[in-house]
């Protein structure tokens, strides 16, 4: 098997499921994590990943097909998706599919779904068409505190991996975010953003 | 060029002075004093500042002597001008502004979490790593991108170091606890389950400090070890997904908490996972330090003249990625 990418949390490979070309994806042991703790997170995420990829689907969003998952190894074999991370395109077309991936968290979170790991890496762009992936930290909540936690995590890597483009792709987003949402919702969430934003450390008091 | 650079942004006082050579920095003294709560007890900003007022001078006066260097042989003279506690940072800045105006020497205010990544970047020679920034007052993880620190990752309520003082605090010990509740844990590997608060690349301690408590009753040693074992596995957790976003092939870590040696070791091993280089800031120098300071303002003097006496500030809130660094 071939390995495609060591991620933070699992590895990666090409494998085939059924005569055609799939993705392995196993939480392998991580050694520096105490072996409960570990095995705990392990089970939990695999679980969880495996389940709201198949439910968000139904809400009508692209997601890769689920094969077979394994809860003792803790990994999954799902379709893969051929096209490139949203993180390296060029910046005028993350520009313009932010609109896009507004649209996507907006649908997941009228849903009551949180996807928990919102960076531009986990949005496939795969003919003319978004995907989603990693949904080890999702959760199913319909607390507007949560929601905007996801927009918060978006907007602090826009801010950091494309600060270039944030100001543009930020607002794109979030024209697609409140289509779907609608304007109560939109500023409900996006003020809890500013107000999880205060929280923060050293942030401007005023 | 010679500079000195005055800290004092919550419990350290300390006084520096390096020599810059090019892009090379030597520290000729670094003196410090701390100042230590009672048992049981934090910082009192009034108190920690009374401390570092009666013990300026005698720091100051030490530290030229050992790099035996006359106050006029100065070229510049920085402080730490936030973010901190305000009376403490009070006391840096009233050094500074009294030896820049009586000597006519230029003044620079610099940002305290900046002075431990440059410091940090001088004596472990990183060139462009992701930073990890853990003490009391700050846990970031950052990446330098177009003239500013970006932040790929933070607490988002309270730091590594504050989890573990306040838990210190609450089983007796004082201010910095880091060290006691490192010991402790040696003493247990009896695991017990605590709250994992992980959301993206972000960290929030504020869960497990409270269940932390609740355990602690049946043995203080496992409560140590449990705290140590879910803190560490959070912050190494979101460091292996800001490796794997950025592509970094560097690590560095800085700040007082920085000096754990079950924190480095499970770094050690993220950074193995991802063939990155691993750099800790020296023991000495991870902490509050008036060198961090020194070298900052030594680096800034580069492209920027000092600032003028009245424009001279402290502030409590001064966030790192505000700060545009031209340098």
């Known amino acids: 098997m071939k390995l495609l990418r060591k991620g933070a949390e699992a590895d990666i490979y090409l494998t085939m499921w059924d005569n055609s070309q799939a993705i392995l994806k196993v939480r392998n042991v991580k050694k520096y994590r105490n072996p409960i703790l570990d095995a705990k997170i392990r089970k939990q995420r695999t679980i969880k990943e495996s389940q709201t990829i198949s439910l968000v689907k139904s809400f009508g969003i692209s997601t890769p097909l689920v094969y077979y998952v394994n809860l003792k190894k803790s990994s999954i074999i799902m379709q893969e998706i051929p096209g490139k991370p949203v993180h390296d395109l060029p910046n005028s077309k993350i520009i313009e599919l932010s609109k896009e991936i507004g649209k996507i968290v907006g649908v997941m979170h009228k849903n009551g779904v949180m996807h928990g790991d919102l960076t531009t890496s986990n949005f496939i762009y795969y003919k003319n068409k978004i995907y989603v992936i990693d949904f080890g930290l999702s959760q199913n909540t319909i607390k507007s505190e949560d929601h905007a936690v996801d927009l918060r995590l978006i907007k602090e890597i826009l801010n950091s991996a494309h600060a270039q483009i944030m100001e543009h792709s930020w607002k794109n987003f979030l024209i697609g975010y409140k289509s779907i949402v609608g304007l109560a919702n939109y500023t409900k969430i996006t003020n809890l953003v500013s107000v999880i934003e205060s929280r923060g450390r050293y942030a401007t008091v005023i | 060029m010679i500079g000195l650079g005055i800290e004092s942004t919550a419990h350290t006082f300390s006084c520096a002075i390096l020599e810059k050579n090019g892009n ?124 500013q620190w970006r932040v790929f990752g933070e607490t988002l309520d309270i ?169």
């Open chain 2, 24 to 147: 090379k920095g030597k520290i000729l003294s670094d003196v410090r004093k701390i100042y230590r709560p009672p048992d049981g007890e934090g910082i009192h900003p009034r108190e920690a500042s009374r401390h570092h007022l009666e013990f300026s001078p005698k720091v100051l006066s030490q530290c030229l002597q050992e790099a035996k260097i006359k106050i006029n042989e100065l070229d510049i003279i920085s402080y730490s001008a936030g973010p901190g506690l305000g009376p403490c940072l009070r006391v840096g800045a009233v050094v500074a502004r009294s030896l820049a105006s009586f000597y006519n020497i230029p003044i620079y205010p610099v940002n305290h979490a900046l002075g431990h990544i440059e410091l940090g970047k001088l004596l472990t020679g990183a060139k462009n790593p992701l930073v990890l920034l853990v003490s009391g007052g700050h846990t970031m993880i950052l990446a330098f991108l177009n003239k």
């Open chain 2, 159 to 327: 730091t590594l170091g504050q989890i573990l003082d306040q838990f210190g605090r609450s089983i007796g010990f004082a201010s910095p606890c880091g060290k006691n509740i490192e010991d402790l844990a040696l003493s247990s590997s009896n695991y017990i389950l605590l709250p994992y608060s992980v959301k993206g690349n972000d960290v929030s301690f504020s869960g497990l400090l409270s269940a932390t408590k609740a355990i602690v009753s049946k043995s203080k040693a496992d409560a140590c070890f449990s705290l140590q074992e879910t803190a560490f596995a959070m912050i190494s957790e979101v460091v292996e997904r800001a490796l794997a976003f950025t592509g970094k092939k560097e690590l560095l870590i800085v700040g007082g908490v920085a000096a754990n040696k079950r924190l480095s070791e499970m770094l050690q091993k993220v950074c193995k996972r991802h063939t990155c280089k691993f750099f800790i800031a020296p023991a000495k120098y991870a902490g509050d330090c008036g060198s961090q300071i020194c070298w900052t303002g030594l680096l800034e003097s580069k492209v920027k003249q000092g600032v003028s006496l009245k424009d001279t500030f402290v502030t409590q809130s001064w966030r790192l990625d505000s700060v545009i660094v031209n340098y």
